[in-house]
């Protein structure tokens, strides 16, 4: 008897607006007798299809301008420790019809954005921060009365959303927005990041309803390997301080002109004009590797602030270090698929490796579910090692994020006694249940340390450095191949032992309060101890900073009247404000109501960006007279490296992974049969969603290939489109053991001609690649969900 794979596969099309993913959900195929492993779960949701990314298909129609952002640039000035940005954003509406552009773009998690204005033509509108529901009223309000308006939005503390309203024809509308952050070395390196692109978010999880705020997911995205529509540009004056001994970008082509050893101006090389689709790096050390440490003040008219940064001790080497149990949990999602997952792959085999024989370990791969190398911790043996690194090896990516199950299963494993336990995730972090993580690792913190490396050209900063805030632990950021072996080796230099730990902040004279951070975390890496505060009167005494180093007791004093450091320190006021909203808000668990009165307060005071305080800016002149306007969402690029496949599996309609283990070669996949699989089961007579296999039949090239197959061919049947119909054609098919497809038919139809294209669709596919059991080639039946 033949063994029949089946396999429900859904993909949605909605010609000329979007193409959004294809789901795989197994069905029940030939159990052979006596295995009796316990099933592995992989959770499949229905998710909210309308806040998924999506990708960009431009209308024919030339009355819209579906493109209006034409430049983005940013001039940066660093003087000393701090970095003001700003940033320059330019509309043109090269339509003929009024619209509305809507734009979501990143910053750094640190950014204190203090200034927004719209130049239009000669006029300069300086826009005004107001409660966060009341400047979204009054922009409407403008909107609707045919005022031009920008509305600067905050959806996550590194995600903002530009809203420009009625964008004329023939306008250009410039939004300049500005920011200052601090720069805080690490071994001696100094580093300025500039996001430029938010990667595609997964928003299907299971527990997407917890989600708040994630109607900025539903962006659409330019297919990998396209440039930015909009040119990129950056340039940066650097004034040290101190003479400068290196400066460097891994990311970008940059020239660099020195005016003097302390001073350089740095532009991009003219062929970055595209370079808007990965994070640009800027890095620099001083001379003999220093670092400023020491006081900066500013006097205000109110308020007098200060900033503290001390230089911890070096470390001293250990030699007694106990063992430790390391779980690696690891991102194959279809954002890490092809060199995201070469990159981690790389990263998580070096750090492998490398353990001691007196060292456990065990690894947890997830996307749309999760696989775990071993039911507990194992020893760190030769044996060992070399099968984990095969279990890894052998992935591919595809599926959903879902992160929370996998750290919840590795929270479940079964502590190993004598061992300090620490979590390692290596992920680009394209979730949108941030918030939940870190209140999970916040909650379990005395579990383990967590360690997050983010993987890749712009990934999610916010979810890499909450993870390692909320679990004691320390983010790492690998971009390309070439930096995994130095990010392992330096993680493993941090783990082994604190360089500063137990800190506490002490006054001699000094009269100082709201004290950030309110507890200082233990200093892994050789980077400074960061304060801020204010402080009343003149300037006097000092502030003693203490703790326990590796060598013994430390202590360092910093004087008031010889402050050390310098900067703009008129940027104080706005550093000490980001930074105590950053502990009141960005990494706590839940919402609170107490944390949004004082983040709204903060924001008001301080004139900043919050998640509770918006910037508004409003023409006074009412430009477009008949209230007519077209809703643009600007198109955004895929992320330098990542691939059609984030886009594919962001709104969790993921292909489901196919997770191999040296350890057991059969394992049984069961998918919770939710809402999404039993409408379809239903509407098909299929049985139950469970199946043993090695391999699923694709098409050829993956899901993104048929996806822009599909795209590319369909055509709407004219009585369709004439009486408006919408709905879902079910077919199915059958899939030879050579790949070719035959017995098409309509499981249930829409009529109106749609049925027969949707046949037509799947006759002119080419030869799959056939399912396989056992190593052998078989038939599978395969259902396709069209969806017009």
Not at 115 to 128: D, H, P, Y
Not at 572 to 591: C, K, V
Request: net charge negative.
């Amino acid at each position: 008897m033949k063994s029949i794979q089946k396999i429900i596969f859904f993909t949605g099309i909605i010609p000329l607006i979007l193409v959004s993913a294809s789901t795989i959900i197994v069905a029940r195929s030939g159990i052979s007798k006596g295995i009796k492993e316990d099933p592995i779960t992989i959770s499949c949701s229905k998710p909210d299809q309308t806040l998924s990314p999506y990708f960009f298909i431009n209308s024919d129609d030339p009355s819209v301008d579906r493109m209006p952002l034409k430049s983005s640039g940013a001039v940066v000035s660093i003087s000393g420790v701090i970095a003001d940005v700003t940033v320059s954003q330019e509309y043109r509406n090269e339509g003929r019809r009024p619209i509305e552009a809507v734009y979501v773009f990143p910053a750094s998690t640190r950014a204190a954005v203090h200034s927004l204005k719209m130049i239009i033509g000669e006029r300069t509108i300086e826009a005004t921060i107001a409660e966060k529901g009341n400047a979204r009223k009054q922009y409407e309000t403008a909107r609707q009365n045919g005022q031009t308006a920008s509305l600067l939005e905050e959806e996550r503390p590194n995600v903002f959303k530009m809203s420009v309203a009625n964008i004329m024809p023939g306008d250009k509308i410039s939004v300049v927005l500005q920011y200052t952050e601090l720069l805080i070395p690490e071994e001696g390196v100094y580093q300025f990041v500039y996001p430029t692109v938010v990667g595609p978010r997964y928003n299907g999880s299971s527990e997407a309803g917890i989600a708040s705020n994630t109607n900025w997911v539903s962006n659409p995205y330019t297919h990998q390997g396209i440039d930015p529509f909009y040119s990129f540009s950056m340039e940066c004056s650097l004034h040290a301080g101190m003479p400068l001994a290196d400066i460097r970008s891994n990311t970008h082509q940059i020239n660099i002109q020195f005016q003097n050893p302390a001073d350089a101006h740095i532009t991009l090389d003219p062929g970055e004009i595209g370079g808007g689709n990965k994070d640009f790096i800027l890095e620099y050390r001083l001379a003999g590797n220093a670092i400023q440490t020491g006081l900066l003040l500013f006097e205000g008219k109110d308020e007098n602030f200060f900033l503290a940064m001390v230089q911890p001790p070096k470390q001293v080497k250990d030699s007694d270090i106990p063992p430790r149990d390391y779980v690696f949990i690891v991102d194959i999602s279809g954002s890490m698929n092809g060199y995201p997952l070469e990159i981690s792959k790389g990263l998580i085999k070096n750090l492998i490796q490398n353990l001691r024989p007196t060292d456990c370990f065990n690894v947890i791969l997830f996307a749309g579910g999760s696989s775990m190398f071993a039911e507990h911790s194992l020893q760190a043996t030769p044996s060992n090692l070399q099968r984990a690194i095969r279990f890894i090896e052998s992935q591919n990516g595809g599926g959903g994020t879902e992160l929370l199950p996998a750290l919840r299963q590795a929270l479940a494993l079964d502590v190993t006694n004598g061992y300090a336990r620490s979590f390692i995730i290596a992920t680009d972090g394209y979730v949108t249940v941030e918030k939940q993580a870190f209140e999970l690792v916040k909650k379990n913190r005395n579990k383990a340390n967590f360690f997050a490396f983010g993987i890749g050209s712009s990934v999610n900063r916010y979810l890499i450095e909450g993870l390692a805030i909320s679990g004691g632990g320390l983010p790492f950021i690998v971009t390309e191949p070439s930096l995994a072996v130095a990010e392992a080796e330096k993680f493993r230099k941090y783990v082994e032992k604190p360089v500063l730990s137990h800190i506490t902040l002490k006054t001699d004279g000094a009269d100082v309060y709201d004290i950030e951070p309110g507890s200082i975390q233990d200093v892994f890496s050789n980077r400074p101890v960061v304060i801020c505060g204010k402080y009343k009167g003149n300037p006097r005494g000092r502030i003693i900073i203490e703790g326990l180093a590796s060598s013994g007791k430390f202590s360092s004093s910093l004087y008031f009247d010889k402050p050390g450091i310098s900067g703009n320190n008129q940027a104080l006021p706005y550093l000490w404000a980001r930074e105590r909203i950053r502990n009141l808000d960005d990494f706590s668990g839940s919402d609170n109501e107490s944390a949004k009165e004082q983040v709204t307060e903060i924001g008001l005071k301080y004139s900043l960006l919050t998640k509770y305080t918006s910037f508004i800016a409003i023409d006074s002149e009412k430009r477009n007279q008949n209230g007519d306007i077209e809703t643009v969402n600007q198109p955004l690029p895929m992320p330098e490296g990542v691939s059609d496949m984030a886009v594919g599996t962001a709104a969790g309609n993921a292909v489901a992974p196919s997770y191999g283990s040296p350890m057991r070669k059969n394992r049984v996949y069961e998918c919770a049969k939710t809402e999404t699989m039993t409408d379809a089961a239903e509407a098909m007579d299929v049985e139950d969603p469970m199946m043993v296999l090695e391999q699923f039949a694709s098409f050829p090239g993956g899901e993104a290939a048929m996806k822009t197959f599909l795209s590319g061919n369909i055509i709407i049947p004219e009585k369709a489109r004439i009486a408006r119909i919408s709905g879902k054609v079910y077919i199915s098919f059958k899939v030879r053991a050579d790949g070719s497809i035959y017995n098409i038919r309509v499981v249930k139809g829409l009529g109106y001609g749609c049925d027969e294209e949707a046949i037509r669709l799947v006759k002119m596919m080419p030869t799959w690649n056939p399912a396989t059991s056992h190593g052998t080639a078989i038939e599978s039946l395969m259902y396709l969900v069209i969806d017009f």
